[in-house]
Nanobody
Framework: QVQLVETGGGLVQAGGSLRLSCAVS????????MGWFRQAPGKEREFVSALIWSAGSTYYADSVKGRFTISGDNAKTTVYLQMNSLKPEDTAVYYC????????????????????WGQGTQVTVSS
């Protein structure tokens, strides 16, 4: 069984920083990409960032470009999301997701491309 566990969420003032971590365990088949999504109360879940393990390629939503950075460790067991210059609009539950194979699609922002999800971690940015 594949498990994803997010940590690092919390309360921070606007302009501050947080680093989220996602630990992956129990993988029994292919590794391809990891993604971060978020969901605010009353809103749909939205794409934040993605990392392609083999190439180190990264992708970001326009709303977080220049402020957030995604990265992973050499063992490909942990993915991070460094969040700087946080805004109240960033307040949401942040989810880590695992895409196990390419499958011919380049749409990393589509949640349907991901196979496993963590439980989420709350990020609250005060004004």
């Amino acid at each position: 069984q594949v498990q994803l566990v997010e940590t690092g969420g919390g309360l921070v003032q606007a302009g501050g920083s947080l680093r989220l971590s996602c630990a992956v365990s129990g993988r029994t088949f292919s590794r391809y990409a990891m993604g971060w999504f978020r969901q605010a109360p009353g809103k749909e879940r939205e794409f934040v960032s993605a990392l392609i393990w083999s190439a180190g390629s990264t992708y970001y939503a326009d709303s977080v470009k220049g402020r957030f950075t995604i990265s992973g460790d050499n063992a490909k067991t942990t993915v991070y999301l460094q969040m700087n210059s946080l805004k109240p609009e960033d307040t949401a539950v942040y989810y880590c997701a695992d895409r196990t194979y390419y499958g011919g699609s380049y749409y990393f922002s589509d949640e349907n491309e991901y196979d496993y999800w963590g439980q989420g971690t709350q990020v609250t940015v005060s004004s």
